[in-house]
């Protein structure tokens, strides 16, 4: 579906490396790194949440390994168009209704942007609802798709990738951060419910909280998106007839998408390989980035000598 909403349609003078693509009716802003010539790794962010927290460091290692890395808002975040549409309330949520966009659409909109930048295929990496958004793209488009990296995220399937009761309380009794502060304070909490508490990293944590309230706060997109995740369909049986190299990656601990979701994943894409990281939640500390690089790019490596 097309909406219609407004967006900076300019680079932001706040940060110059930003650039917008105009893109299914909507604006997204994104970010690259590296040489265009290279082979492109797209990242594919999750619920709320903004391309930067896809770190620099991992960006540019990858970049560094020889590949063009871009990232990107998805619609309802950071720079990128917010909607015109209505947040949802709970009830809305719970009965799938009044759902702005779904997660076709989002993967739309992240094929366009290649498009925009005149690149024919692209490895994808995606993360949470990234990962969804990244498995539409694959069903959708996948000519397009050289390799896929699913992280914390699943099927689709109502029976996998459940979180635990504290998380759906929690999440259902969250309410929008008052002021930048009280974002950092939010995002701390928010991290120890579903984070790797033996990794977590406060300082990073509430950096990155108060970068992205100064990029936007509006809490709506969220809700958006939440309702769009709550909309899917169960991938599973589309998902047995990929041929696309695919590397899943999950915490062990995670109390947000648990681990059930990552191993439908990989059980149902053919030839598929699991990583599971012992004792790690929903989120990606630094030492963990480390790890996915060397993980991705040992992928991308086996998947093109495979080809």
């Known amino acids: 579906m097309t909406d ?4 900076p349609s300019a680079p932001f003078p706040e940060w110059p490396t930003i650039r917008v693509a105009p893109v299914n009716g909507i604006e997204l802003a994104y970010e ?12 594919v962010m999750g619920l709320g949440t903004q391309m930067i927290a896809w770190p620099d460091e991992l960006c540019e290692a990858l970049a560094d390994a020889g590949h063009h890395v871009i990232r990107f808002d ?4 950071g720079l990128s168009t917010f909607v015109d549409a209505p947040a949802p309330s709970i009830p809305d949520l719970l009965l ?23 690149i024919e295929r692209a490895h994808v990496a995606g993360t949470s609802m990234g990962g969804m958004i990244a498995q539409t793209m694959a069903l959708r488009a996948p000519e397009r798709i050289l390799t896929l990296c699913l992280s914390m995220t699943s099927t689709g399937s109502r029976r996998v990738g459940r979180p635990t009761a504290s998380v759906v309380r929690q999440m259902a009794t ?37 970068v992205a309230w100064d990029r936007n706060h509006d809490p709506a997109g969220r809700l ?11 991938r599973t049986e589309r998902l047995r007839h990929l041929r696309i190299p695919t590397l899943v990656v999950h915490g062990l601990e995670d109390p947000l998408v648990s681990v059930t979701g990552g191993l439908a994943l990989a059980k149902a894409i053919p030839g598929a390989t699991f990583i599971g990281h012992h004792g790690a939640g929903h989120d990606l500390p630094r030492s963990m980035w480390r790890e996915l690089v060397r993980d991705l790019l040992d992928h991308i490596e086996r998947a093109g000598a495979t080809a």
């Open 74 to 77: 998805n619609r309802d975040a």
């Open 224 to 234: 958006r998106q939440l309702g769009a995740i709550l909309a899917q369909p169960d």
């Open 4 to 7: 219609t909403a407004t967006a």
């Open 174 to 210: 969250a309410q929008p951060s008052a002021s930048r502060e009280a974002a950092m304070d939010d995002a701390v909490e928010a991290w120890r419910a579903i984070g790797t508490p033996s990794r977590l990293e406060v300082d990073k944590i509430r950096e990155l909280a108060g």
């Open 32 to 43: 690259t790194f590296g040489d265009p010539a290279d082979p492109a790794i797209l990242l």
């Open 96 to 118: 799938k209704r009044h759902v702005a966009y779904t997660l076709e659409d989002l993967a739309a909109d992240a094929l366009a942007l290649l498009d925009h930048l005149g």
